[in-house]
T-cell receptor
Framework: GAVVSQHPSWVICKSGTSVKIECRSL??????MFWYRQFPKQSLMLMAT?????????EQGVEKDKFLINHASLTLSTLTVTSAHPEDSSFYIC????????????FGQGTRLTVV | DQQVKQNSPSLSVQEGRISILNCDYT??????FLWYKKYPAEGPTFLIS?????DKNEDGRFTVFLNKSAKHLSLHIVPSQPGDSAVYFC????????????FGSGTKLNVKP
């Protein structure tokens, strides 16, 4: 079964509104989670590293005020897309690691965001 | 600038034959590589990995080859099965930040019965 749960799986929102996406590790604690974004026919692009109890680390070119990340507990990280615009429409996906071994990476099922 | 590239967006193979998916990278600091498989409406699932100290890793029908000098890796699936039809992503990371992966754009594999 899934060990990383992402919610919602899809969302449609109006321009100017904010949308929150949740990423939960179901049976393990994750001090670090990663948020990715994928445009159609393009690669998964790492947006930011979410660290429990501290500020997220953003990749170059990703607006931290636009994409708010909160990792308030060892099992939950949230990504909030603020003042959404149609160009924010994309597939957002998170990952978490059960251990420090690379092979223990698990992904959520992703969230399809459509801004109208 | 994309550091991991999969230049073939799609591949079609007959059931029972070999599927070869290719991946190139530009960052010489990458020393750990993964292949992920993704079905529609699901998140990627881990398939196989390889460390830069090896040039080959095998797991059942799946074999990954790494050519460090060419900065190239490939995934071989033998024999291919219809259930292998999915999008395959390669990903790379460096020892400095080993949990931070960079992904290719994916190759959609279609295995025809």
């Amino acid at each position: 079964g899934a060990v990383v749960s992402q919610h919602p799986s899809w969302v449609i929102c109006k321009s100017g509104t904010s949308v929150k996406i949740e990423c939960r590790s179901l049976d393990f604690q994750a001090t670090t989670m990663f948020w990715y974004r994928q445009f159609p026919k393009q690669s998964l692009m790492l947006m930011a590293t979410s660290n429990e109890g501290s500020k997220a680390t953003y990749e170059q070119g990703v607006e931290k005020d636009k994409f708010l990340i909160n990792h308030a507990s060892l099992t939950l990280s949230t990504l909030t897309v603020t003042s959404a615009h149609p160009e924010d429409s994309s597939f957002y996906i998170c990952s978490a690691y059960r251990t420090l071994r690379n092979t223990e990476a698990f992904f959520g099922q992703g969230t399809r965001l459509t801004v109208v | 600038d994309q550091q991991v590239k999969q230049n073939s967006p799609s591949l079609s193979v007959q059931e029972g034959r070999i599927s070869i998916l290719n991946c190139d990278y530009t960052n010489s600091m990458f020393d750990y590589f993964l292949w992920y498989k993704k079905y529609p409406a699901e998140g990627p699932t881990f398939l196989i990995s390889i460390s830069s100290i090896k040039d080959k890793n095998e797991d059942g029908r799946f074999t990954v080859f790494l050519n460090k000098s060419a900065k190239h890796l490939s995934l071989h699936i033998v024999p291919s099965q219809p259930g292998d039809s999915a999008v395959y992503f390669c990903a790379a990371s460096s020892g400095y930040n080993f949990n931070k992966f960079y992904f290719g754009s994916g190759t959609k594999l279609n295995v025809k019965p």
